[in-house]
């Protein structure tokens, strides 16, 4: 009989169970359950399995593999020196490890800026600052004051190397757990985000095994639970540069547009290409995420609207929209976040809350472009990513999936303007499946058959 692996994504109001035969590399079964509660959620693991192995027919033990996005996800902190350079280097390192930064903070932190951290719970606190042999006193004193002011939580060190027996003195707070790894910047403007997004994964499994419902289910899982976000950066990065035995289709973007959050993964260097043009800042990392916590199509509907301008939207919207109907709409989808929209009207609605959060979403994932005369001739000088070089597309989330037109909210994140470095003229895919994480969670150890069904499910 076959070989199956069975590949499960527990997400905040759906889980996604998707079976394949790693003989034959086909799917041969797909399940969607709500998820439910976390007390529930061995119900939903079981419930789906069930309906799977009614889908299937083998005598053979089943690999298991887990992803999960539930319940808000992993969610940090990150602290840094400098706006402009540590505290950069350290959120963009945090969102490829497939964290949800709540806040950033730079600088000396303050008492009421740790109670503040303490009263937003996150699940690990990512310290950072100064490059190697550089400054270490602020970096010092904010673990001091993180160590005296938290009553409880997880820190990840992963700034000057030169302070990290300082630092292990400092924090004397039985009540904190400290890990420590490689300077997320060990010079200025090289970021080293490997070993933070190694340790932070390995923090967020042992954070999420003690979540309530997660230690039965996890024990089922062939290999460790991953952030969903880890698996669709996972699996970007086989499409792009493919295997030993099967080409890549080079370097990609996706677009996910949510009901929190619009996020978008590239994988890809997007540096300058010409002569005239000079790269400065921090350096981008090859394989990049953005967050965009305020562009959602329900809890975060109302930030999406504000982000692009109240009157602005409703001309967009036309003049069958008033403002009284625009705050009905967005009220509808605040408050339930499993809302379908069941009419053309809402429909018409959710369409453009998506051309919004992709046209933003991009602009920020986007590097700059600044020109300047020099020599009788213009220069130019980038920062950020060049994602004119990007040449596919990838669109999910349900608004993309189920829409009958989904190119044309993918084209809302293309260039128009010259100096905001976004895509021109792409190849656009629409992953009409949802199985860009499920085949990212399988490309742990089948990276060829999750290959093949990643460029046979792409439309």
């Given amino acids: ?228 976000p880890t698996a669709v950066l996972k699996a970007a990065h086989l499409l792009a540069e493919g295997t030993e035995s099967e080409k890549g289709i080079g370097p990609l973007m996706i677009v996910d547009i949510g009901g929190a959050t619009t996020d978008i993964h590239s994988v890809g260097n997007g540096l300058p290409k010409t002569d005239d043009t000079f790269f400065e800042g921090l350096a981008e990392p090859y394989l990049k995420r953005t967050v965009e916590g305020d562009l959602g199509m329900r809890s975060s509907a109302r930030s999406l609207v504000k982000s692009k301008g109240l009157a602005e939207f409703q001309t967009q919207l036309g003049p069958d929209w008033t403002i009284e109907d625009i705050e009905s709409a967005c009220s509808t989808r605040t408050g339930q976040a499993d809302y379908i929209a069941p009419t053309d009207r809402e429909k018409y609605f959710d369409n453009n809350l998506a051309l919004v959060a992709a046209d933003f979403a991009m602009e920020r994932h986007a590097g700059r472009l600044r020109k300047q005369h020099s020599d009788n001739r213009m220069v130019y000088y980038q920062t950020g990513k060049d994602l004119r070089q990007f040449h596919t597309v990838i669109g999910t989330g349900g608004v993309i999936v189920h829409n009958d037109d989904p190119v044309k909210i993918l084209k809302a994140s293309f260039q128009v303007e010259e100096d905001i470095l976004k895509p021109t003229d792409p190849k656009c895919l629409v992953d009409k499946q949802y199985l860009i994480s499920t085949l990212g969670i399988l490309s742990q150890k089948y990276p060829e058959a999750a290959l093949k069904l990643l460029k046979e499910a792409l439309i």
Avoid at 179 to 187: A, D, F, G, L, R
Avoid at 199 to 217: C, H, L, N, Y
């Fill in 1 to 228: 009989m076959s070989k199956i692996a069975l590949m499960i994504d527990f997400g905040s109001t759906y889980s996604k169970f998707t079976a394949v035969d790693l003989d034959s590399v086909k799917i041969v079964g797909r399940v969607t359950l709500p998820t439910d509660s976390q007390k529930n959620l061995i119900n939903c693991y079981s419930q789906g399995k069930e309906k799977i192995l009614q889908q299937i027919e083998t005598d053979q033990p089943i690999e298991e593999y887990f992803c999960s996005s539930a319940w808000g996800g992993f969610r940090m902190v990150a602290i840094g020196l400098t706006a402009t350079l540590t505290a950069q280097a350290a959120q963009r390192a945090a969102l490829g490890a497939g964290t949800r930064i709540l806040k950033t903070y730079y600088y000396r932190l303050k008492d009421a800026q740790v109670e503040e951290i303490r009263d937003a719970d996150p699940d690990v606190i990512l310290l950072t600052g100064g490059t190697d042999g550089g400054n270490h006193d602020i970096t010092c004193d904010n673990a001091s004051v993180l160590n005296r002011i938290l009553d409880h939580g997880v820190i990840l060190y992963a700034g000057n190397q030169d302070a990290v027996s300082e630092i292990k003195q400092i924090f004397t707070n039985p009540k904190i757990k400290v890990y420590y790894t490689e300077n997320v910047m060990p010079s200025v403007n090289v970021l080293n985000p490997v070993p933070v997004r190694t340790i932070a994964q390995e923090i967020f499994m042992k954070k999420i095994i003690q979540t309530e419902g997660i230690s039965d289910v996890a024990q089922h899982s062939t290999l460790p639970i991953i952030p969903t």
